[in-house]
């Protein structure tokens, strides 16, 4: 009987721990790896960077210039069992295709007018002071786009190299899943 009381207390403490982690993986923070080159050279292939989750949990509107992690399937739409999902504890259980998070800059927020004109990104008429990217951009002709109210606008470092808002579209708040720190 003592054995089974120690048993049960092991596979107790274990469930708890699971929970928190969880838990703090799908609310408050979790660590995501960068796959690919859209962000060098900022960021670059297999580094590992720490998020917080706290906008995506309470809300807020990302910053200009803000990294963010987003969910690239922008005509989904979001629930909890999306954010479960992602969760990378659970997603070692569930077989998560995660290739569906990116990470990007934020370029433009809601009621943004943007424009993409000589290879220059102009935001509200602005050029947008940019020493992060990786080379001058190579477009293909002009573009403007005006963000639409609970979206925002987000592309990568490497502009050359990147899908982002440009070909995928407006990333709704909802699919902002997280803010990196560092």
Do not use: C
Not at 92 to 104: A, E, M, P, Q, R
Not at 147 to 164: E, K, L, Q, T
């Amino acid at each position: 009987m003592n054995l089974l009381k120690q048993i049960w207390s092991w596979f107790g403490s274990i469930a708890i721990s699971f929970i928190l982690v969880v838990f703090l993986g799908v609310f408050v923070f979790q660590s995501t790896k960068v796959m690919g080159h859209s962000m060098d050279p900022t960021l670059h292939d297999s580094q590992r960077v720490y998020v917080s989750k706290l906008s995506h949990t309470f809300n807020y509107e990302p910053n200009y210039e803000d990294i963010v992690i987003i969910d690239s399937r922008v005509d989904l739409k979001r629930t909890f069992k999306n954010d479960l999902l992602d969760s990378p504890l659970l997603s070692l259980f569930t077989n998560g295709d995660d290739k569906h998070v990116w990470i990007k800059r934020v370029i433009g927020k809601p009621g943004d007018q943007l424009e993409l004109k000589d290879d220059k990104m102009y935001r509200n008429g602005v050029l947008l002071d940019e020493p992060y990217i990786n080379e001058a951009m190579r477009a293909n002709g002009n573009k403007k786009w005006t963000v639409p109210a609970d979206h925002i606008f987000v592309m990568g470092d490497n502009r050359n190299n990147s899908m982002d808002s440009r070909v995928i579209g407006y990333i709704p708040l909802d699919h902002v899943l997280g803010k990196k720190l560092f």
